[in-house]
């Protein structure tokens, strides 16, 4: 069988790396795909024999490593909850599910397939005053770094993963795919969308509303309360494709409106418009986001970022959003 990565189409590829059906060889090939996305997929492929994964622990991307060792805990683990943990028999565990060392999981608890919760974590902590429905949900193929502490009554889709020592309060709505960085604290009661991606030491404020794709980087604030200390709270909301650049605070009730950059050091009080770059204190409009340029030498604008940042992406998603910029001046 001939196998050629360039002249094969992104779709085919993940199916391919996906499918357990897939041949050994094919499967080493697919290890080096451009795409992190495809490599990732052969990582968790149960045909994948070790020597690939021996290989994919130093692919030059992190998700990819990540992907190759949670994989490897679920493969190796022949005891999945290890003794010193205490797990609830009315949690409800799905299959493959990792527990590491001293973790504590309560009954208030359902964990999807696959997921790997490392060690001194604590899972379904009660929250401070009596919930609806207290159920935490975690979903499929999560990957939970220790002493993470998640409170009950929150929902996290599929492919959550976080660093070590995260906080997340009660009611907190998120999507799929869902990063957070070390040490970052989710105060509750928020809603967050798919593939939002938090950096470490980040503190999101209760009521705040994250869209799907946002980026926020480490030591960023988003607050809530217009005259401290009070019982008002007035959430921010990021749009789409935002990102928020580090040592940033957003100010109580404003809006940072699809696709706009907020430069490092703001404070931002006003809500900003699409597609624009705010930046000091108070964060005032610097210019569009298509006048700052890749500084890869190519001329090309660095916004929209996903015209050219891919990385993680499934290749559904990036294909439509070639499309959307296809033949558009100045950003192909």
């Known amino acids: 069988m001939t196998y050629d990565l360039n002249s094969t189409d992104q779709h085919s590829l993940f199916r391919q790396a996906n499918d357990p059906d ?21 990582a968790f492929n149960a045909a ?13 991307s992190e998700y990819v490593r990540d ?3 949670k994989r490897i805990l679920q493969t190796v683990s022949a005891l999945r909850v290890h003794p010193t943990a205490i797990v609830s028999n009315e949690a409800r565990i799905g299959e493959n599910v990792v527990i590491g060392a001293y973790t504590i999981v309560r009954g208030n608890v359902s964990i999807g397939d696959g997921t790997v919760i490392e060690s001194h974590c604590e899972i379904g902590h009660p929250a401070h005053t009596a919930l609806d429905e207290p159920l935490l949900h975690i979903g499929r193929n999560s990957f939970i770094r220790s002493h993470s502490i998640f409170y009950e009554g929150s929902t996290f889709g599929d492919n959550l993963v976080t660093g070590h020592r995260v ?28 593939f939002v991606r938090l950096h470490s030491n980040v503190h999101i404020g209760q009521h705040a509303r994250i869209k799907d794709y946002v980026w926020i980087f480490p030591y960023v604030v988003l607050t809530n309360d217009p005259h401290p200390p009070s019982n008002v709270m007035l959430s921010v909301t990021l749009e789409n494709y935002v990102a928020v650049a580090t040592m940033s605070v957003v100010l109580p009730g404003v809006t940072v409106k699809e696709g706009a950059l907020v430069g490092a050091h703001s404070a931002v009080a006003r809500d900003v418009e699409p597609d624009t770059v705010v930046a000091g204190s108070p964060a005032k409009y610097i210019c569009d986001t298509s006048n700052i340029l890749l500084k890869d030498g190519s001329g090309r604008s660095a916004y929209p970022w996903r015209r050219h940042f891919h990385r993680g992406y ?12 296809a033949g558009r001046p100045g950003l192909n």
Do not use: Y
């Not at 499967?27 to 490599?39: F, N, P, S």
């Not at 907190?172 to 798919?194: F, P, V, W, Y």
């Open 67 to 69: 992907c190759v060792t």
């Open 314 to 325: 499934l290749p559904d998603t990036v294909a439509k959003w070639m499309a959307e910029f």
């Open 167 to 194: 906080t997340v309060r009660e009611k907190t709505k998120a999507g799929r795919n869902m990063q957070i960085g070390t040490l970052s604290d989710i105060q509750g009661h928020c809603e967050i969308g798919d």
């Open 22 to 42: 897939t041949s050994v060889e094919v499967l080493a090939r697919l290890a080096g795909a451009e795409d992190e996305v495809i490599r990732a997929a052969v």
């Open 48 to 60: 994948t024999p070790k020597p690939v994964l021996d290989a994919l622990l130093a692919d030059p």
